[in-house]
């Protein structure tokens, strides 16, 4: 019988998840079907039940609706209590539990793909909502020395880094970001500014200084943020069409207990969206 997941969200009509899981499903031989699920933003909780009721057997989880998923949850995961937010909702018999899977997903991109060491390496994370503190453990755990949260609004920066205690997590706004704090650092954007085609305030010099320049966000054309970079002199970059297929193939395993091979779905995905 055919099982069914969906990526629930608003707006929903471009998202790339239904085509990476119908290629992993495909390519593992897993008989699912998975599309995108539109909810009204003040009718999650009986689209997520509606869903459930219906047979589904898991969600993904996009904006706005992430903070919601992990609090209508029975269980959480502790990738997902250290996020405060889910990407993933599986649906059994016990009830439904949340899991988050973007973490780990941008760790898999950065050291899979992209060859990155983490161990040892300092992050440099700007924006602190939810996209940011989805990331920090992660990346903690992964062997970041150190990540220094940077926002425009510098309170919400030192909230965030406060949510994690003794590690050596701290936030300062855009105005105290001198470029000797981004030497050798991962540099990743996970604000929304991009989205609105604002550039961010980052010195020139700190993306000289950083060893390497992560955008979350992705597209066909290079993202705002990376074109900043590239401008400014970056050494090497890249955009979050690998966080996005690594944490899809993440919740895939955790619905299927199988392991996707993500390479040719992200070579297909990049394709499709106009290769660079
Ligand atoms: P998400 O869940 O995607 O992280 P969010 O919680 O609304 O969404 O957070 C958006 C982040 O992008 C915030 O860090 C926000 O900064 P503020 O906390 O100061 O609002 C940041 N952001 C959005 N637009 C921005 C812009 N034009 N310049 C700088 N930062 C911006």
Redesign the pocket.
């Known amino acids: 019988m055919t099982d069914h997941y969906a990526v629930i969200g608003n707006p929903i009509a471009h998202s790339r998840s239904p085509a990476i899981h119908t290629a992993f499903a495909a390519q593992t031989g897993q008989d699912i079907c998975y599309q995108a699920l539109f909810s009204p933003r003040d009718a999650f909780e009986a689209v997520v039940q509606g869903f459930a009721v219906g047979g589904g057997r898991g969600l993904n989880v996009t ?2 609706f ?2 919601q998923a992990f609090a209508l949850a029975t269980r959480r995961s502790a990738r997902a209590q250290a996020a405060g ?1 889910a990407n993933t909702l599986i649906f059994d018999a016990q009830g439904i539990s949340a899991d988050n899977t973007d973490g780990v997903g941008l760790v898999r991109d950065l050291t899979g793909r992209h060859r990155l060491g983490l161990a040892g390496m300092p992050v440099i994370l ?9 990331v920090i453990q992660p990346l903690l755990a992964a062997g970041a020395s150190r990540v220094l949260v940077v ?4 309170p ?2 030192v909230q965030l880094a406060e949510r994690f205690g003794p590690a050596p997590v701290s936030g300062i706004g ?1 105005s105290d970001l001198d470029p000797a704090l981004a030497e050798g650092v991962l540099l990743v954007n ?4 991009g ?2 085609g ?4 980052v010195p020139a010099a700190a993306f000289v200084r950083a060893a390497f320049v992560y955008d979350m966000v992705y597209g066909a054309q290079a993202t705002p943020f990376l074109r900043q970079a590239t401008t400014a002199g970056a050494r090497a970059c890249a955009d979050g069409l690998g966080m996005l297929v690594e944490q899809a193939a993440e919740s895939f395993r955790l619905w299927r207990g199988v392991q996707p091979d993500t390479d040719p779905v992200y070579r297909g995905l990049r394709e499709a969206i106009g290769a660079r």
Do not use: I, M
Not at 190 to 193: G, I, L, N, P, R
């Open positions: 904006l706005p992430k903070e937010a700007l924006g602190a909502g939810g996209a940011a503190g989805g926002n425009r609004t510098a919400r920066a855009f996970a604000t929304s500014a989205l609105a604002h550039d961010l305030p």
